[in-house]
């Protein structure tokens, strides 16, 4: 259908969709292949999958061990926000040199007005081919356009478009075109749930209301008393009156620097120092708009087409020099600096990650800032020695004490669940509650607990022991009396691991000088695991 390219209604919306989006970046990133069978996990389920995946029967919201039973070669990542965000940013950009003003609606979709572009192209169907061109110069495949009167419609014609030619008329089988005026009809047969909630959504089921135009059917006044200002919007998303219209974004400044070495540098030294001026580039940037970045991500591309890439986090924020040191730890790591590479390093990128304003890392008015010499003196002791040589103390995850001990180089961040937030946060069966004590041995000390008898006290498979402790032991040294004891309180991990699985019992008690101790009672014997000073 011809579009008037001077009277074109400022409500028609062009939206670029790249399926599966969170499974293409993710495969990118980590050198998979897309068509292959491939699942984000979220908290134990599936958050997204691939197309061969869903064709093994896996969906979203299904649990692990049911996908991984119907597609036995499901490859599983951990799904990452950032990810989609950053690997959709270049996207974007190469866009917006196409079609000015765009607005991001999540990472894989991008809307934008269709009057401009349909005026420069030559009309819509020329606009939309422009789009993909674009997109399927940076190797996104599979990517659709829709183009309707709003982004709801326009959307939902972009998904379409794919499963049976344009739609409206005839086109490319990857661009749907709805004729304008058309919206309300096209989304009509479209379930409900596109536009309500869950909670809704049952409501109007319950009452027979499944498609969008059953609900557009309804008085608008009855659907707003009923379900408030969400149902209405949602009513008037439905009916085609959407009143959404597109908020071109301001393209953000760009900080990130990269360099292409030719021919490629084979050495970590050579490289290091060809890099020092794109670091001073780096940081000047983000320090002429009073900024500062407090974590990096650096990106490594070989001779042989391989990919390496880190996040590192700062104390403090980054300098030159220590954007140069990340880039030689990332490099080298059990290495040297001189030392050799085994494959050329044909292309460095760095990417903030964390950026901050200055003003939040001054010092206080009265000194309340940061200790510079111990920072000077530990970042300077870890440039020489590398990253792994300055570690500060941790609180992990664990039900043992000596498990919840770990050390983390100066700098990083805290370990992590594998499904988000803090490992010592987590719940954790059968871990000693608060207080905990203060002296933790890494080497457990054998100690021996004795009955009144001088028979060493036992524990049976029910948790009872054998008899009550009456004298203790450390490491060979003559027996004490005991004041107080109490337990013992099984812990029991990986229960279902025959190979792996562990059983002990913990105890507590109190010696003749009043120190207390934490006592633990496995296969071998009795070991002293921590003391309360």
């Known amino acids: 259908m011809a579009v008037d390219l001077v009277h074109a209604d400022p409500t028609r919306t062009i939206v670029l969709w790249c399926p599966d989006w969170p499974v293409f970046a993710a495969c990118r990133e980590s050198g998979l292949d897309p068509d292959a069978p491939v699942a984000l996990t979220v908290g134990g389920q599936i958050y997204a999958c691939s197309a061969a995946a869903r064709r093994d029967g896996v ?43 765009v607005q991001l609606i999540r990472p894989g979709t991008l809307a934008m007005r269709a009057r401009g572009p349909a005026r420069y192209y030559g009309g819509e169907d020329a606009a939309a081919r422009a789009l ?29 478009a794919g499963a049976g030619g344009a ?16 919206s309300a009809a096209f989304i009509a047969p479209l379930p409900v749930r596109l536009v309500v909630d869950a909670r809704i959504g049952t409501l109007l089921n319950r009452l027979g209301v499944r498609t969008l135009g059953e609900f557009a059917a309804l008085p608008e006044a009855d659907v707003r008393r009923r379900f ?7 009513h008037d998303r439905a009916a085609g009156r959407e009143q959404a219209r597109v908020l071109a974004r301001t393209p953000p400044p760009e900080f990130e620097v990269a360099q292409e070495f030719e021919p490629p540098l084979d050495r970590i030294d050579q490289l290091a120092f060809a890099f020092r001026l794109r670091a001073d580039e780096f940081i000047d940037r983000m320090r002429a708009k009073r900024l500062v970045c407090t974590g990096i991500r650096v990106e490594i591309d070989d001779e042989a087409g391989g990919h390496s890439s880190r996040s590192w986090l700062h104390p403090r924020w980054f300098t030159p ?115 905990a004590p203060a002296s933790v041995f890494r080497e457990r000390l054998p100690i021996g607990l004795l009955d009144g008898g001088g028979a060493a006290v036992e524990i049976d498979a029910r948790g009872v022991i054998s008899a009550k402790p009456e004298r203790f032991a450390l490491a060979g040294a003559a027996p004490a009396p005991v004041r107080a004891w109490a337990g013992p309180w099984p812990v029991v991990e990986r229960w279902w691991d025959a190979e792996h699985a562990r059983r002990v019992h913990r105890f507590q008690i109190v010696d003749d000088d009043g120190c207390a101790w934490l006592l633990v009672r496995d296969d071998e014997g009795w070991w002293a695991e921590a003391r309360y000073d």
């Open 132 to 160: 993909l061109d674009t997109v399927a110069a940076l190797d996104v495949v599979g990517a659709r356009v829709g183009v309707a009167d709003g982004p709801f419609a326009a959307e939902q014609a972009a998904r379409a």
């Open 321 to 435: 020099a220590d954007v140069v040191d990340r880039v030689r730890w990332q490099l080298q790591g059990a290495g040297t600096a001189d030392s050799a590479l085994t494959r050329p390093i044909v292309r460095l990128r760095v990417v903030p990650e964390r950026i901050d304003s200055t003003g939040n890392h001054e010092e206080g008015l009265w000194g309340g800032g940061p200790d510079e010499r111990v920072h000077h003196g530990l970042t300077r002791v870890q440039s020489m020695l590398g990253h792994d040589a300055v570690v500060t103390a941790a609180i992990g995850g664990g039900r043992m004490l000596a498990d919840r001990q770990v050390l983390v180089p100066w700098g990083d961040r805290a370990p992590e669940r594998a499904g988000g937030g803090s490992a010592a946060a987590a719940p954790w069966p059968g871990s000693l509650p608060a207080l």
């Open 228 to 234: 408030g200002a969400a149902g209405a919007f949602a």
């Open 59 to 101: 969906v979203r919201g299904l649990k692990l061990r049911e996908a991984q039973y119907r597609s036995p070669e499901l490859a599983l990542l951990d799904y990452d926000a950032s990810l989609d965000v950053r690997v959709f940013e270049p996207v974007v950009r190469r866009v917006e040199e196409t079609v000015p003003g």
């Open 167 to 182: 739609v409206g008329g005839p086109g490319e089988s990857s661009v749907g075109i709805v004729a304008p005026g058309a």
